[in-house]
C-alpha cells in the first residue's frame, strides 16, 4: 500500500510505471513459492524517475530504505570503470551476489548506468536469475534484482510520439505497446551492457519498465512538490519560470524536458535563499 501511495503522490506522467511496479513487486513479496527472482529493467531518459523509483521500492521493503545493508548498489563507472579488469569485476559481482544473498535471502541489488557497464559483465550474474532451486546450498528465489539504463529511450520516445501526433494521449500507451521492441532495442544496442546479454536472450527479465519523457506540465508539478518539500507556499510565477528554463525536444514541437526533472532541484537554489 506505501509503495502504491508514493509513486502516486511522488511519480509524474508515468503511468505504465506505477502499475507495472506496484504489480510486480507486490506479487512477487506475496508469492511464497516464487520460481526466481524478481528482475526489473527500467529504461528511459534521464531525470525521467528511475533512481527516484528504485529509491521507492527500498523504502517499501525496508526500515532503512536504501540505507539498508540488505540494499546493494552498483554504479558502472564507479565499481567497474576498466575495460580490462572485466574478469575480475565478474569474480568480485559474482562472490558479493552470494555473500549477501547467504546472510540475507531477501537482498536488493540495484545496477545503475547499466548503458555505461561494459558488454558481457553482467551475465556473469545469470546463474543468480535462473531457475534454480539451489546453487551451492543457496537460494536466490527471493532476491530482487533492478537495472537502470538509458538505453532503448529513443524507442520509448518514438512510441510516445507517434501517439501525441496521432491525437492520443500518454496515458493511451500500453506496456505492450513498447515491451517488445524496447527488450529488442537494448539487446541489440551495443553501447549497453545488456548488448546480447543472455539475461535477455533466456528471458531472465520479468519486465522491461519504459520511463515517458516528461512534457512541461510534468516539470511543474515536479517544482511544486520540491517546493511545498522545503516548506514554502507554492508561488506559480516561479512554478512556469523554473519549467520554462528547462529546453525541451524535438526542436520542432517542444513537447518533451530533454533533463525530465533532474535540474529543478537546483533551480529552486537561484530562486529562493536558503
Request: glycine share 6%; proline share 3%.
Amino acid at each position: 500500500a506505501a509503495l502504491q501511495e508514493n509513486l502516486d503522490k511522488k511519480l509524474f506522467g508515468q503511468h505504465l510505471v506505477s502499475k507495472v511496479v506496484v504489480k510486480a513487486v507486490r506479487g512477487f513479496l506475496n508469492n511464497t513459492n516464487a520460481k526466481k527472482p524478481l528482475a526489473l529493467s527500467l529504461h528511459g531518459w534521464t531525470g525521467t524517475g528511475k533512481n527516484f523509483v528504485s529509491k521507492i521500492v527500498a523504502e517499501s521493503i525496508y526500515k532503512r530504505g536504501l540505507q539498508s545493508k540488505y540494499v546493494h548498489q552498483f554504479v558502472a563507472t564507479l565499481h567497474f570503470p576498466h575495460a580490462h579488469s572485466i574478469n575480475l569485476y565478474k569474480d568480485q559481482l559474482q562472490s558479493w551476489i552470494r555473500g549477501n544473498v547467504s546472510i540475507c535471502p531477501r537482498s536488493l541489488f540495484i545496477f545503475d548506468e547499466m548503458d555505461k557497464m561494459h558488454a558481457g559483465l553482467i551475465d556473469s550474474i545469470k546463474p543468480f536469475l535462473d531457475y534454480y532451486e539451489l546453487l551451492d546450498g543457496v537460494s536466490y528465489r527471493q532476491a530482487i534484482f533492478i537495472f537502470l539504463s538509458n538505453a532503448g529511450a529513443e524507442k520509448i520516445t518514438e512510441v510516445a510520439l507517434d501517439f501525441w501526433r496521432n491525437g492520443r494521449t500518454r496515458e493511451d500507451i500500453q506496456l505492450t505497446d513498447i515491451q517488445n521492441a524496447l527488450s529488442v532495442s537494448v539487446f541489440n544496442n551495443k553501447n549497453s551492457g545488456f548488448w546480447h546479454s543472455t539475461l535477455i536472450d533466456r528471458n531472465l527479465i520479468d519486465y522491461f519498465i519504459p520511463f515517458l519523457p516528461l512534457e512541461y506540465k510534468h516539470v511543474k508539478m515536479c517544482v511544486r512538490v520540491e517546493i511545498e518539500l522545503r516548506g514554502y507556499t507554492v508561488d506559480e510565477d516561479i512554478v512556469s519560470r523554473i519549467a520554462d528554463e528547462m529546453t525541451y525536444f524535438p526542436r520542432e514541437e517542444r513537447i518533451y524536458s530533454d533533463k525530465g526533472c533532474k535540474t529543478v532541484d537546483a533551480k529552486l537554489d537561484y530562486y529562493y535563499d536558503f
